[in-house]
C-alpha cells in the first residue's frame, strides 16, 4: 500500500493471468532480457505465476518503502525511477529510465524488504507482474525453473551494481 492507503494495483487494467492467459504472457516474457536463453518450456512455466497489466501514464507502480514485494517486467511503455533526495524534503530525483525488456522491483521479491525507489509510468505500458507469493509457489512447485530466474536475477542485479559503482566512481572523481 503506498502512503495513501492505496494499492498501485488499483490504476490498472488486469489484461489477463495464470493458465488463462500463460500463452500471451509467455511471448510477451520471450521479449524481455531475463527471459533470452531460457526454453520456451521453462517460459511457459514460469508464465503460469504471472499477470499481465496496462498501465495509464503518471501511475505508481513502485512506491519507494513501500512493503508489498513484487516485481514487473516492462512489456511495452516506459518508466522513471525516482529516488527520494533525502533530509526533510519530499523531493524524487530521476535515476533511471526503465524501457521494454527489463524488470524492476526484483531486489524487493528476493530480500522481502520494501522497494528502494518509485517507478513511475512515463507513457501507457504493458507490465507483468510476480508477486512474492506466486514467485514463492514457483520455488516450491517448480524448483529448476525458479532456480534459473533467481539466477538470472542475481545477473541482472549484478550488472547494475557494476554500472552504478562506475558512475559512483566518476562522481567521486569530480
Known amino acids: 500500500m503506498g502512503p495513501n492507503g492505496k494499492s498501485c494495483f488499483d490504476d490498472l487494467e488486469l489484461l489477463g493471468s495464470g493458465t488463462s492467459y500463460t500463452t500471451e504472457i509467455a511471448d510477451m516474457l520471450e521479449r524481455a532480457d531475463m527471459f533470452r536463453n531460457m526454453s520456451r518450456a521453462e517460459v511457459d512455466v514460469f508464465a503460469r505465476y504471472v499477470q499481465a497489466y496496462k498501465a495509464p501514464a503518471g501511475v505508481e507502480v513502485l512506491i519507494e518503502g513501500d512493503r ?26 530521476k535515476i533511471a529510465t526503465v524501457r521494454s525488456g527489463k524488470t524492476i522491483g526484483e531486489m524487493s521479491l528476493l530480500d522481502g524488504l520494501p522497494h528502494s525507489a518509485t517507478a513511475v509510468v512515463l507513457e501507457p505500458a504493458v507490465l507483468l507482474l510476480v508477486t512474492k507469493s506466486h514467485f514463492d ?19 541482472l542485479m549484478s550488472l547494475r551494481l557494476r554500472q552504478t559503482s562506475g558512475v559512483l566512481i566518476d562522481y567521486l572523481k569530480d
Open 137 to 155: 509457489r514457483l520455488l516450491k512447485e517448480q524448483p529448476e525453473v525458479g532456480l534459473r530466474i533467481v539466477h538470472k536475477m542475481a545477473t
Open 68 to 93: 508489498e514485494s513484487y516485481m514487473f517486467v516492462v512489456v511495452e511503455g516506459k518508466l522513471d525511477i525516482l529516488k527520494k533526495s533525502g533530509g526533510e524534503s519530499d523531493e524524487k530525483k
